[in-house]
T-cell receptor, first 111, second 113 residues
Framework: EDQVTQSPEALRLQEGESSSLNCSYT??????LFWYRQDPGKGPEFLFT???AGEEKEKERLKATLTKKESFLHITAPKPEDSATYLC????????????FGTGTRLLVSP | NAGVTQTPKFQVLKTGQSMTLQCAQD?????MYWYRQDPGMGLRLIYY???????DKGEVPNGYNVSRLNKREFSLRLESAAPSQTSVYFC????????????FGPGTRLTVL
């Protein structure tokens, strides 16, 4: 069964304190790994898609990387506006329609 | 370009009442999805429509029905609401049925008393 585990569940950082969020997955034939940001009371907002091990993507203070078993979302010098829940999802080779989501990491960045 | 829109934003029902959640997208996407999000659980797929005229069950379809009204609109119906259906419901769409990004609406927060 396809599975996604995100860690930590919650992370508190000081402004400027860099860190990484982890998404480990077990799937049969990865077709894509997606990162979303979700603010309270809002829908998930797309950040990145990664398709193969070794791939990296960057957007402002965020960088996503992918290996064969996990993905990392690196946050460099975060600001309070980066506070949100970050969701990871995978799409596997069997059942193209379905994204399997992790439960997310709640990030709080204090000024 | 509004993206994916959902109505209503909030709803309170009594057990046994029925209601329909509406979703529309203006991105000319072919595939549309309904998810529910509960505390401590990831987003779970209820139903999806790979293209206009088709619908299929997802992971948690019991107690729900859907209608793909046209290419733009995909509705979710609760025929007889139960407290276990208290959740936040999200609609999503994507261009094709495979591989590319799903874009989400703002959600409907439903409480069933």
């Amino acid at each position: 069964e396809d599975q996604v585990t995100q860690s930590p569940e919650a992370l508190r950082l000081q402004e400027g304190e860099s860190s990484s969020l982890n998404c480990s997955y077990t799937v049969s034939g990865l077709r894509g790994l997606f990162w979303y940001r979700q603010d309270p009371g809002k829908g998930p907002e797309f950040l990145f898609t990664l398709y193969s091990a070794g791939e990296e993507k960057e957007k402002e203070r965020l960088k996503a990387t992918l290996t064969k078993k996990e993905s990392f979302l690196h946050i460099t010098a975060p600001k309070p506006e980066d506070s949100a829940t970050y969701l990871c999802a995978v799409q596997a080779g069997t059942g193209f329609q379905k994204l399997v989501f992790g439960t997310g990491t709640r990030l709080l960045v204090s000024p | 370009n509004a993206g994916v829109t959902q109505t209503p934003k909030f709803q309170v029902l009594k057990t046994g009442q029925s209601m329909t959640l509406q979703c529309a997208q203006d991105m000319n996407h072919n595939s549309m999805y309904w998810y529910r999000q509960d505390p401590g659980m990831g987003l779970r797929l209820i139903y999806y429509s790979a293209s206009e005229g088709t619908t299929d069950k997802g992971e948690v379809p019991n107690g729900y029905n859907v209608s793909r009204l046209n290419k733009r609109e995909f509705s979710l119906r609760l025929e007889s609401a139960a407290p276990s259906q208290t959740s936040v419901y999200f609609c999503a769409s994507r261009l094709t049925s495979t591989g590319d990004t799903q874009y989400f609406g703002p959600g409907t927060r439903l409480t069933v008393l």
